[in-house]
């Protein structure tokens, strides 16, 4: 049974959670549902393609979530991971999105794992990240909410790769009104060498260990 089948299996269970949620009145969102696919503790389960939910801020969570419910991001048939977190957030208020971004970010930070396929070089990576990519995404990667730039690390090394990917083909960031999305296709797309972007996405999964 692959993936995309899984978690259709058993996101379908489960998609009145947040319908609920919304309409309670109750501040406080119900998060059963994000544990389902993210885990207890913000952990995710890659066997879901569902990431890590720690290590994020809160305007960032909230405006991912808006994103999605909104069809900037989740909306491109080539996405089926998007396209399954999409119907999750569609019913949600700009109210209750910004609740659960709030009981998301509380969430205690964590160093993730490597991926089993993890094959970069972290010292390489950490010299690259500052030359390319730390204008926007400040040192060690913590972020700069002035220009819209999230933090980036300690997210999943594996979940990194996959939505840099998209980014790259176009599959990400290319919805009309998707600004921040379309700055990283213009640089994603001028990234040429692939050991390059694995170094970086080894230097971030943990930069504070790297000399």
């Given at each position: 049974?692959?993936?995309?089948?899984?978690?259709?299996?058993?996101?379908?269970?489960?998609?009145?959670?947040?319908?609920?949620?919304?309409?309670?009145?109750?501040?406080?969102?119900?998060?059963?549902?994000?544990?389902?696919?993210?885990?207890?503790?913000?952990?995710?389960n890659r066997l879901l393609n569902a990431p890590g939910l720690t290590n994020l801020e809160t305007w960032y969570i909230e405006r991912q979530l808006r994103n999605y419910r909104d069809g900037l991001r989740?909306?491109?048939?080539?996405?089926?991971e998007g396209m399954l977190m999409r119907p999750m957030v569609q019913s949600l208020s700009d109210e209750?999105?910004?609740?659960?971004?709030?009981?998301?970010?509380?969430?205690p930070d964590r160093i993730p794992d490597a991926a089993i396929d993890a094959t970069g070089d972290a010292s390489s990576g950490k010299a690259y990240y500052s030359h390319q990519c730390g204008a926007c995404h400040g040192p060690a990667g913590k972020g700069i909410k002035s220009i819209g730039a999230p933090g980036l690390a300690g997210l999943d090394d594996w979940y990194l790769k996959k939505q840099l990917d998209k980014f790259q083909s176009g599959i990400r960031g290319s919805a009309e009104g998707d600004i921040h999305g379309a700055q990283m296709v213009f640089y994603m797309q001028r990234l040429k060498n692939k050991e390059d972007l694995d170094?970086?996405?080894?230097y971030l999964r943990d930069p504070a260990s790297v000399d």
């Open positions: 049974m692959n993936r995309e089948l899984i978690m259709t299996l058993v996101l379908g269970t489960s998609l009145c959670t947040v319908v609920n949620a919304d309409e309670s009145g109750d501040s406080s969102p119900d998060m059963s549902l994000c544990i389902t696919c993210h885990g207890a503790a913000g952990e995710g989740g909306a491109d048939p080539a996405d089926p209750s999105i910004r609740d659960y971004a709030l009981a998301i970010s509380a969430y170094d970086i996405i080894a």
